[in-house]
């Protein structure tokens, strides 16, 4: 029986954080990285259908600043997007991710943040099934970005398709 209510109130904690994300603005407390904030409320949100260049790497069992290329302008400029403005959360099938992150579409000013770090070369479309949602919106947006050279693909070196290498 302590079992059965143990676990009732932990569902009920996971349930009401939820219903305390959807629907109402929210304020980041602190960014993490390019992709990733804190709220004031404690929950982690991970933005859904992207992933920005790393700003750390786990070594052992520490995790060590080594950021990859654009990573620190990623962070900065999701800091510009989303500090001290009121955010809205938009969420997909899943809700979750494997780390128990809260996975979102983040907007800001009317505009979501993550298409707009798509838009500006600084994250590249990472989804998976069935949080696919905007797919088409932000693979449109990368092309964009690829073709006029912005962010990290105006940074990547080019190279022919037999120069390549797994």
Known sequence: LLLVLTLFSLVSCAEGSFERLSGKKQMARYVIDGDTVELFSGERIRYTGIDAPETRLKQGAEWVFSPEMLAVEAKERNEELVRGKELSLEFDQD???KYGRYLAYVYADGEMVNLKLIEEGLASVYTFPPNVRYYKALNEAQQ????????????APKIKADEASA
Do not use: L, M
Request: proline fraction near 0%.
């Open 144 to 155: 964009k970005a690829v073709a006029s050279g912005r962010g990290i693909w105006g940074r």
């Open 95 to 97: 809700i979750k991710d």
